[in-house]
């Protein structure tokens, strides 16, 4: 499936198709004006849209917040924005993409659609600018938010040799829980903590989360794995019959022991941390919704 985003500009391509080579990230020229137009998109967002919108509509409890707070309120607000837009953008793909659907092995770890890279691409400019305000604000959000928004850049931008194109709008669909994460914490800024809205928007999001990037985040990393190791194992007389359109960026179909290591261990790594944000979301639900308030010895 052709990428449905524009092209981008020839003088700009070519002028960048030399360090793409020399990095090995050969689709990357194709698709560089989306990463950049991504970036601008969340950072005017982040810069000059989130704050007057939420003081026009929310005017009592955005400028009560303090400086800090009005910081994460405006990437909270990117972040919905990107969650929603990338979720639906990949489940657009991989029910749209036909070429995608019936790639085989070779096509799913070195394969290329014009599609897939875009949600690809338009994930790497939302990291981009995640990384550029982490960097910013490294004293509000912290080395660990710094390190989480490096290690998602590199792994969508090393995606562009192409590998793993394939998965790429296959995990992008962990985002699914965030939109409900992100209403969460506007229930707290606004007021709404241990209401009922924020009580069935909190039992949406654990179902989804636990949907999303346990199951479905299991099944999907078992099969990168099961890839992976069917890879590794390919002898010279195997043939796939993989359609040359596909891997017109695949001639160099090697997996050095870095790349599997960097990706399968990022995955692991994910999964637990995964278990670990549930319990933490579980527990964060049961403080606001299972304690009953007591006034003169009974229940309120």
């Not at 489940?91 to 070429?99: I, K, P, R, S, T």
């Not at 829980?177 to 209403?183: A, G, K």
């Not at 209401?195 to 654990?206: D, E, F, I, R, T």
């Not at 346990?214 to 078992?222: D, H, P, T």
């Amino acid at each position: 499936m052709l990428d449905p985003f524009f092209a981008p500009f020839p003088l700009f391509k070519e002028s960048i198709q030399p360090l793409c080579d020399t990095l090995h990230l050969y689709s990357l020229p194709l698709h560089i004006h989306e990463i950049l137009s991504a970036f601008a998109i969340y950072h005017i967002i982040f810069e000059y849209i989130a704050a007057p919108l939420s003081t026009a509509l929310l005017p009592k409890s955005y400028t009560g917040l303090s400086w800090e707070s009005k910081l994460r309120w405006n990437m909270h607000c990117v972040s919905l924005v990107q969650s929603v837009s990338i979720s639906v953008l990949a489940l657009w793909v991989m029910g749209a993409d036909q070429e995608r659907k019936t790639m085989n092995l070779e096509e799913r770890l070195w394969g290329y659609t014009g599609a897939a890279g875009m949600v690809q691409a338009l994930a790497t400019g939302y990291f981009l600018f995640d990384l550029s305000v982490m960097i910013r604000y490294l004293d509000v959000f912290g080395v660990g938010m710094l390190t989480h928004a490096s290690s998602c850049l590199l792994t969508y931008t090393l995606g562009f040799r192409p590998v793993f194109n394939y998965y790429g709008c296959v995990f992008m669909l962990y985002e699914l829980s965030t939109p409900f994460l992100n209403i969460h914490w506007f229930f707290d800024k606004l007021g709404m903590t241990g209401s009922k809205a924020q009580l069935y928007n909190g039992l949406a999001l654990v179902s989804v989360f636990f949907s999303c990037r346990l199951v479905w985040g299991a099944y999907s990393s078992f099969n990168i794995y099961k890839d992976v190791w069917d890879a590794l194992h390919i002898t010279n007389h195997m043939k796939f019959d993989s359609r040359p359109e596909m891997m017109v960026y695949g001639q160099d179909r090697s997996l050095p022991w870095w790349l599997v290591a960097l990706y399968l261990g990022g995955h692991v790594t994910l999964q637990v941390l995964n278990v670990f944000w549930l319990g933490r979301m579980i527990a964060a639900i049961r403080k606001r919704f299972s304690s009953k308030v007591k006034v003169n010895g009974k229940a309120e």
